[in-house]
């Protein structure tokens, strides 16, 4: 496959690459703002949005921000679009992107806006994994606040993904209910990630199916489960301001492109045009082509659950 574009690919000289996907992309019209890509299971619409509208349903890590700013700078270009609900902009992947790219002064940002009320559009969690030894018993004298309680309780393991509250499994098999009468469950995340970080443990994210692989096999010492989160729920989020703890949400979606690759520059372009900006973003687009790789491809690393439709 060609490697990522270079900024001269934005003049428009380039020869027109033969797309591989005609019955999944529309035919372009000279006036469209915006890529469209029909999907089976759902429609991805590709363009630029001001930075400013778009609505974080999550916090941020700021060590993560900093190395998203010093990857892009040294790119040159952002490569994949930020994916949002077109109903609301509220961002639903890529929350670290627009953390970053407003710190950069970009006006402008890649999305690829979806309708999230479509039921193939699923919403899993992130549960935390705890590496370092660690006991109940330390765990909830450390440092755990008199407002959470550590409750002792059954659970089989294999419907742990059904499990309504916060809870921390242990490696020995030890189950705890997290509860708390005065604070919101993402509180009790917020304070259970302090106690773990206060322990000196190692905390990181992985799937539900993941984690409780490494807990059973004991390659983690522990993990803390999640309960579901609906849509409406983050969807008020962003739309209020008050936003979950980070990588809680993680987003399952049929489909997703990469490597619309537009430059930085363009992006912090403030005497351009957002009509204007949106028409070379997209006529580049075009002039490109499309590969589509099925789910579970490993992608510069990373295995995308869902197809991928690559910008070649």
């Known amino acids: 496959m060609p490697g990522p574009p270079t900024h001269s690919?934005?003049?428009?000289?380039?020869?027109?690459?033969?797309?591989?996907?005609h019955a999944s992309v529309d035919e372009p019209r000279s006036d469209s703002l915006e890529f469209l890509i029909r999907h089976e299971k759902l429609d991805l619409r590709i363009f630029l949005w001001p930075s400013k509208s778009l609505l974080l349903h999550e916090e941020t890590i700021p060590d993560r921000v900093a190395?998203?700013?010093?990857?892009?700078?040294?790119?040159?270009?952002?490569?994949?679009?930020?994916?949002?609900?077109?109903?609301?902009?509220?961002?639903?992947?890529?929350?670290?992107?627009?953390?970053?790219?407003?710190?950069?002064?970009s006006f402008w940002m890649p999305v690829c806006a979806?309708?999230?009320?479509?039921?193939?559009?699923?919403?899993?969690?992130?549960?935390?994994?705890?590496?370092?030894?660690v006991s109940p018993a330390?765990?909830?004298?450390?440092?755990?606040?008199?407002?959470?309680?550590?409750e002792r309780f059954s659970l089989d393991i294999m419907n742990?993904?059904?499990?309504?509250?916060?809870?921390?499994?242990?490696?020995g098999g030890d189950s705890f209910r997290l509860t708390s009468t005065?604070?919101?469950?993402?509180?009790?995340?917020?304070?259970?990630?302090?106690?773990?970080?206060?322990?000196?443990l190692t905390v990181a994210f992985d799937t539900e199916h993941d984690a409780i692989d490494k807990v059973l096999n004991r390659k983690a010492d522990a993990i803390m489960t999640l309960p579901k989160i609906d849509k409406a729920s983050i969807r008020e989020a962003g739309l209020t301001g008050h936003p979950l703890p980070h990588?809680?949400?993680r987003h399952v979606i049929p489909a997703r492109p990469l490597r619309v690759n537009v430059p930085l520059k363009m992006l912090a372009d403030e005497t351009l045009q957002l009509e204007d900006a949106n028409r070379r973003f997209v006529s580049?687009?075009?002039?490109?082509?499309t590969t589509r790789r099925p789910p579970g491809t490993v992608i510069e690393g990373r295995r995308y659950e869902e197809e991928t439709f690559i910008f070649n």
């Open 9 to 21: 690919h934005w003049n428009g000289s380039d020869a027109k690459v033969v797309d591989d996907l």
């Open 67 to 105: 190395e998203l700013k010093s990857s892009l700078l040294g790119d040159g270009v952002v490569k994949d679009p930020i994916v949002v609900d077109a109903g609301s902009r509220v961002v639903l992947d890529g929350m670290h992107r627009v953390a970053a790219l407003r710190e950069l002064n």
């Open 114 to 133: 979806v309708d999230y009320l479509n039921p193939s559009i699923k919403v899993g969690v992130w549960f935390r994994v705890f590496y370092g030894q």
């Open 138 to 150: 330390q765990f909830e004298a450390t440092t755990l606040p008199s407002t959470i309680r550590m």
């Open 160 to 171: 742990v993904m059904d499990n309504p509250s916060v809870a921390m499994i242990f490696a």
């Open 182 to 200: 005065t604070l919101p469950f993402h509180e009790v995340i917020k304070e259970a990630e302090r106690c773990a970080q206060a322990l000196r």
């Open 247 to 249: 990588k809680v949400t």
């Open 284 to 289: 580049n687009l075009r002039s490109r082509g």
